[in-house]
């Protein structure tokens, strides 16, 4: 049968199993929106600015798994989705988004509304296409979601010239994939495996670093039992968090440059690392020359190039993690080792690390703390609400006085940092979770890079919850200021401008402030009960809060900096570039 | 270390981009790069001679690999092979100099592609150091322009390219 090719698309869409769209029209996408009228399988999200539909897409896939879906128009259309497209490529996030691009004859002329989107998307894209020929179209889609679910996960564009959607095609849906340039490798090499199960048999004081790779293949499981089967503490990087659950016994939370005294004193101590869906990255590694100088490193990993890109590598598995873990785990029990006796030691000093320096911060009774807002956050969602992070101090907080059990459960932009990915992050979560409780922790700066989404979730009815821990400033680039640039504070005050209540309630949302410590659990149980609408929960902070422990760039990650070390001369403090 | 590596790529628009872009996104270097279609009209082959120490050629062969339209990456460092260029060398010795610079040339088995009142116009096609060689020999006589094809490369029969 003929189909216009906006039908083939939409077609293949449902046969990849697609309900929602992230989007925004224009010109040169108005077949494809047209057909999308009376389309009643998959739902189009209209967001308010086209970043915003990226970040909902990528929101939606760190959520729920599946891969997250955008349609935008050609031009500044295009350009706006760059941010967004970074953000998922850094942190390995299966999208497929598609540019409306002017018709074929046009192209290169510089015609109205025209970006090169592939030239300018190659580098932070995992692949990406232009569609040249309608009868390309069903095959260049199933390849799109074929490579951006598989191997290491990440985003693809598909550029879809004017007259492409307009034409006509026979459909044929291929039923199979085959792209001889792409086969990742599942498997881990059977004698590297056995090689790993003794170097862990042998090691006296292992750690494991769980990171982002953990929860893309789903891996949290295998990652506990490997954990518990030979009693091994293990630590997560921000993209782990989740990964393995931050009230075990044998966690101890996130390392690196704001991560706890224990998990990084634990590392730099131990005689064996396993890196398990890590890259290595160096807000994790500190000074690489100096990091876990003792341990002989496993690193594994579905992705080549992530091993021994950053740090020296003993023993590399290249393989999804979930299936090397199991074969791993396989080999560990045949062991049968005793090894709680044999780790008791490594763990008391783990215990006697976690007593001598505690996450903590000083509670006040006149002004809120950051850190009390997200504790009170756990404690009234009960560990189980789905964190978005905006980035900042607020993003630090979220990662350190939240424990996160399940993964799936933490959104944060972890690779690129994006300010304004949250808030769009937790409406795309809110709309693949319908249920659950999604809280974005913002700060004043970032929400306001896409404070226009408001709209978005007050038309979809989707009570999303914005935490702003307003602390009247960018607050982390202040930090940095105060403790290696003299307390000159060079343009990072933002006088508290807005009023976020006001602004909530302007777009149809529920506006709550408070000012004090007592008024902070009442706002977050009533902003908590609130099933219609968003929500945002204005929390005036203490401007002065820094994020602690911190580990200066260019240090070693146990070269850390405590709030009491405030008070020793600055010079000491001096960030190496 | 000087690595020649030929990459079979996806005979397609953009790919030579997508692997130029790798390259200068990394901060790798490409000291020479030369594209050509194989038999198969599908495909390409492209030789890219790079230098780094081993752990940049391992990031540059891993990269290259994970690009979705390479499909094979083969580093000639541990392959026996056979490569060569050929450069276009166009020189203006003195008249009494001629016979002498022709008699170099022949020796090198050098064509003379194009003559002219004042220039002579040699194309010599030969592995590094014979190129190298030949430069540096006739560099006396004036050479007004020169070009090169870049290194191509091709394993010796028997060696099983993996
Ligand atoms: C798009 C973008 N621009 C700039 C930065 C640099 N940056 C990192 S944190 C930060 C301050 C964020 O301020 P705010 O959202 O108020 O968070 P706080 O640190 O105060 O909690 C800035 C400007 C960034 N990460 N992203
Ligand atoms: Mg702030």
């Not at chain 1, 550029?159 to 849906?173: H, I, N, R, S, Y």
């Not at chain 1, 931050?246 to 390392?255: A, E, F, Q, Y």
């Not at chain 1, 939240?402 to 304004?420: A, C, F, I, N, V």
């Not at chain 1, 949250?422 to 700066?445: E, T």
Request: with cysteine; charged share 25%; glycine share 8%.
């Amino acid at each position: 049968m003929k189909m216009s090719g906006a039908e083939i698309l939409i077609e293949c869409l449902k046969r990849e199993g697609v309900k929602h769209i992230f989007g925004y029209p224009g010109g040169v996408v108005l077949n494809i929106f047209d057909v999308l009228y009376d389309e009643k399988d998959i739902e189009l999200i209209l967001t308010r600015h086209e970043q915003g539909a990226v970040h909902a897409a990528d929101g939606y896939a760190r959520a729920s798994g599946r891969t997250g879906v955008c349609i935008v128009t050609s031009g500044p259309g295009a350009t706006n989705t760059v941010t967004g497209i970074a953000t998922a490529s850094m942190d390995s996030i299966p999208l497929v988004v598609f540019s409306g691009q002017v018709p074929t004859m046009l192209i290169g002329n510089d015609a109205f509304q025209e970006a090169d989107i592939v030239g300018i998307t190659r580098p932070c894209t995992k692949h990406n296409y232009l569609v040249k020929d309608i009868n390309d179209l069903a095959r260049t889609v199933r390849e799109a979601f074929h490579i951006a679910s598989t191997g290491r996960p990440g985003p693809v564009l598909i550029d879809l010239p004017k007259d492409v959607t307009a034409g006509t095609a026979e459909f044929k849906w291929p039923e199979q994939v085959s792209i001889r340039g792409y086969n990742p490798t599942y498997h881990g090499n059977k004698w590297m495996i056995r090689q790993a199960a003794q170097m862990i048999a042998k090691s006296k004081k292992p750690v494991i670093m769980a990171g982002g790779g953990v929860v893309l293949s789903g891996a949290a499981k295998e990652v506990k039992e490997l954990a518990e089967a030979a009693t091994i503490p293990v630590t997560t990087t921000l993209m782990g968090l989740g990964g393995f659950p931050g009230s075990h016994r044998l966690s101890m939370g996130m390392l690196g440059m704001h991560g706890t005294y224990y998990a990084n004193r634990a590392v730099q101590d131990a005689d064996l690392l396993i890196g398990i869906g890590v890259r290595f990255d160096d807000r994790v590694t500190g000074r690489t020359s100096a990091f876990a100088p003792g341990a002989k490193i496993i690193h594994i990993d579905i992705d080549p190039t992530s091993i021994r890109k950053n740090v020296r590598v003993d023993l590399p598995v290249v393989g999804d993690v979930r299936n090397v873990l199991r074969d791993i785990l396989k080999v560990i029990r045949e062991q049968k080792g005793q090894w709680e006796a044999v780790r008791k030691s490594w763990l008391k000093q783990i215990d006697a690390w976690k007593k001598e320096k505690p996450l903590s911060y000083t509670f006040d009774k006149k002004i809120i703390k950051p850190e009390f807002v997200v504790e009170k956050i756990y404690e009234i969602s009960r560990g189980r609400a789905i964190i978005c992070t905006e980035v900042g101090q607020n993003q630090m907080w979220a990662a350190q006085f939240y424990k996160y059990d399940e993964p799936r459960q933490w959104l944060s932009s972890g690779g690129l940092g994006t300010m304004g990915y949250g808030f769009p992050a937790a409406i795309g979560a809110q709309i693949a979770c319908p249920g659950k409780l999604v809280v974005d922790i913002a700060g004043d700066g970032s929400i306001q890079m896409n404070i226009q989404e408001l709209a978005t979730a007050v038309v979809n009815r989707l009570p999303v919850k914005v935490a702003i821990l307003n602390n009247g400033y960018l607050g982390m680039v202040r930090q940095w200021q105060e403790l290696f640039f003299r307390e000159r504070y060079s343009h990072t005050r933002l006088d508290t401008v807005p009023d976020f209540v006001k602004v909530a309630e302007a777009y149809g949302a529920v506006g709550l402030r408070a000012v004090k410590p007592p008024e902070v659990e009442p706002v977050i149980r009533e902003a908590f009960s609130i099933k219609d609408r968003p929500v945002f929960m204005d929390f005036i902070v203490d401007w002065r809060e820094k994020v602690f422990p911190m580990v200066p760039a260019g240090a070693a990650i146990d070269e850390m900096i405590f709030d009491e070390e405030e008070k020793k001369p600055a010079k000491k403090l001096k960030a190496v570039k | 270390m000087r690595h020649t590596i030929s990459v079979l790529v996806e005979n397609k628009f953009g790919v030579l981009s997508r692997v130029s872009g790798l390259f200068s996104g990394r901060g790798f270097n490409i000291e020479s790069l030369s594209v050509g279609e194989t038999i198969d009209r599908s495909v390409s082959l492209m030789t890219i001679v790079t230098t780094g120490d081993d752990q940049i050629v391992e990031q540059i062969t891993k990269q290259l690999n994970k690009l979705i339209d390479v499909i094979k990456v083969v580093d000639f460092m541990d392959v026996d092979h056979v490569e060569r260029e050929m450069v276009l060398i166009k020189v203006a010795p003195r008249k009494n100099d001629k016979s002498e610079f022709l008699k170099l040339a022949e020796i090198f088995r050098g064509r003379i592609v194009d003559s002219g009142p004042a220039t002579f116009t040699v194309e010599i096609t030969g592995d590094e150091k014979k190129i190298a060689a030949f430069i540096e020999l006739v560099r006396p006589y004036g050479i007004k322009e020169f070009v090169r094809t870049g290194k191509v490369a091709i394993a010796r029969e028997g060696v099983k390219r993996t």
